[in-house]
Structure formats: structure tokens, C-alpha cells
């Protein structure tokens, strides 16, 4: 009996991992401190302490709006890869259970509920490149730069523009993260009436569908 408990147990995690694209075992008292450890070891030099981050020079991790809407797959994708063009280094060296581990910590910091599986699930953008390009470089291009190339073309914001994020990222994150942006940050809300530029529902699908074709 004992057995099969342990056995239905396990099953019971991976349909939680698959369901919600999350680890079901992050919070995990002694995993999350060794992720802290792990982070203190290898990523504390560019994204702070506290994981707020570095306006020009790293990006916050600990952000609720970021921790919400991604999932374990996309933030261990990129520590494990890096960001090809950027400063971002990959960590493929460290190995799965302590990027694991990395990902439980900054899942700790968590404040916001985890939409991560429902974000994407969303459908793919369905815009106008050309239109969403004349979009970006009025609006996107004052952070992200002319290309996207972000903090190394001496922009304020991420290279959104390279291949290590956008074939990462999928569309409902992106959409996501137009629309409300990410609090304490530089990334404003752009969307509707609140937002900053008051885009609407398909300005945004052309911005997403513009930034598609700088991956080609």
C-alpha cells in the first residue's frame, strides 16, 4: 500500500508540472535555499542581491509581474542557454538540479498568482509586421533600440529583438507583458486607455508580429 502511494505521489507531481508548467516541488524549503545559495554564487553580479535588478544592465528576476507570467521552462531555458548577443552568459555548466534549484528561489519571491500556463496557452499573434513596425520604432525603440538589441545598442530596456529570447518567448508573454507591463520597472503599461502609448488590442498583435521577423 505504502508503495503504490509513493507511486500515485509521484504521478500526481509530473501531472502538476505538466498542467502548470511549473515545478511542483519549488517550494521546497531546502531546495529553495540552495537555490539561493546557488543564485548568490553565479547571479547576484549582474541582477543584484535582491534580484531587483539593474535599469541598462540586467533585468529584475524577483519582478511580480515577470514570476507571474513565466513559466519554469522559459526562466531555466534562459539560464541554462543564456542570451546569445548579450551579457547573459549561459549556465548550462551548473547543471538541471541547481538551475532547478536557481528557479525555486526566484519562485519564492513570488507575490502575484502563476498565470504562466494560462498565458501560454494563448493564441499566436495574428498582425501586420509592416504596420507593427512603424509601431515599435515610434514606441518600443526608445528602450529596446532600433533592432532590439537593448542594453548592448545602449538602451534602457532588454534585447527583445534576438533569437535567446524570442524563441523563448511566446506570444502570450510578450502580449502580457505590452499590455501590463512590469511594475517598478521601465516597462510600462501600454495598453488601452491607462496605458502609456494606448494601443489596442491589434496594434499590439502587429508589434508582436514584427518583433517574429527580426528572428528570421
Same mark, same amino acid.
Given at each position: 500500500?505504502?508503495?503504490?502511494?509513493?507511486?500515485?505521489?509521484?504521478?500526481? $507531481?509530473?501531472?502538476?508540472?505538466?498542467? =502548470?508548467?511549473? @515545478?511542483?516541488?519549488?517550494?521546497?524549503?531546502?531546495?529553495?535555499?540552495?537555490?539561493?545559495? !546557488?543564485?548568490?554564487?553565479?547571479?547576484? !553580479?549582474?541582477?543584484?542581491?535582491?534580484?531587483?535588478?539593474?535599469?541598462?544592465?540586467?533585468?529584475?528576476?524577483? =519582478?511580480?509581474?515577470?514570476?507571474?507570467?513565466?513559466?519554469?521552462?522559459?526562466?531555466?531555458?534562459?539560464?541554462?542557454?543564456?542570451?546569445?548577443?548579450?551579457?547573459?552568459?549561459?549556465?548550462?555548466?551548473?547543471?538541471?538540479?541547481?538551475?532547478?534549484?536557481?528557479?525555486?528561489?526566484?519562485?519564492?519571491?513570488?507575490?502575484?498568482? =502563476?498565470?504562466?500556463?494560462?498565458?501560454?496557452?494563448?493564441?499566436?499573434?495574428?498582425?501586420?509586421?509592416?504596420?507593427?513596425?512603424?509601431?515599435?520604432?515610434? $514606441?518600443?525603440?526608445?528602450?529596446?533600440?532600433?533592432?532590439?538589441?537593448?542594453?548592448?545598442?545602449?538602451?534602457?530596456?532588454?534585447?527583445?529583438?534576438?533569437?535567446? @529570447?524570442?524563441?523563448?518567448?511566446?506570444?502570450? !508573454?510578450?502580449?502580457?507583458? $505590452?499590455?501590463?507591463?512590469?511594475?517598478?520597472?521601465?516597462?510600462?503599461?501600454?495598453?488601452?486607455?491607462?496605458?502609456?502609448? =494606448?494601443?489596442?488590442?491589434?496594434?499590439?498583435?502587429? $508589434?508582436?508580429?514584427?518583433?517574429?521577423?527580426?528572428?528570421?
Amino acid at each position: 500500500m505504502i508503495r503504490v502511494r509513493k507511486v500515485s505521489s509521484l504521478f500526481a $507531481i509530473l501531472f502538476l508540472y505538466i498542467a =502548470n508548467g511549473s @515545478f511542483a516541488y519549488a517550494n521546497d524549503p531546502q531546495q529553495i535555499e540552495q537555490g539561493k545559495t !546557488f543564485y548568490a554564487q553565479n547571479c547576484v !553580479f549582474c541582477h543584484q542581491a535582491d534580484a531587483i535588478g539593474k535599469t541598462g544592465f540586467a533585468p529584475s528576476l524577483s =519582478n511580480p509581474e515577470l514570476l507571474s507570467i513565466s513559466t519554469d521552462k522559459y526562466l531555466m531555458a534562459t539560464i541554462r542557454d543564456g542570451r546569445q548577443g548579450t551579457a547573459m552568459a549561459p549556465y548550462a555548466h551548473l547543471g538541471k538540479d541547481k538551475i532547478v534549484a536557481i528557479v525555486a528561489y526566484l519562485r519564492s519571491m513570488e507575490t502575484l498568482p =502563476n498565470r504562466s500556463a494560462e498565458v501560454e496557452k494563448q493564441r499566436s499573434a495574428q498582425g501586420d509586421a509592416r504596420k507593427g513596425e512603424l509601431w515599435y520604432k515610434d $514606441i518600443c525603440s526608445t528602450c529596446h533600440g532600433p533592432q532590439g538589441d537593448g542594453y548592448l545598442a545602449g538602451s534602457s530596456g532588454t534585447a527583445i529583438g534576438k533569437p535567446g @529570447f524570442l524563441n523563448k518567448a511566446s506570444d502570450g !508573454f510578450i502580449r502580457e507583458t $505590452i499590455k501590463y507591463g512590469r511594475s517598478n520597472t521601465r516597462m510600462l503599461p501600454f495598453y488601452g486607455s491607462t496605458g502609456l502609448a =494606448n494601443l489596442d488590442e491589434q496594434e499590439i498583435e502587429d $508589434i508582436i508580429s514584427y518583433l517574429r521577423t527580426l528572428n528570421k
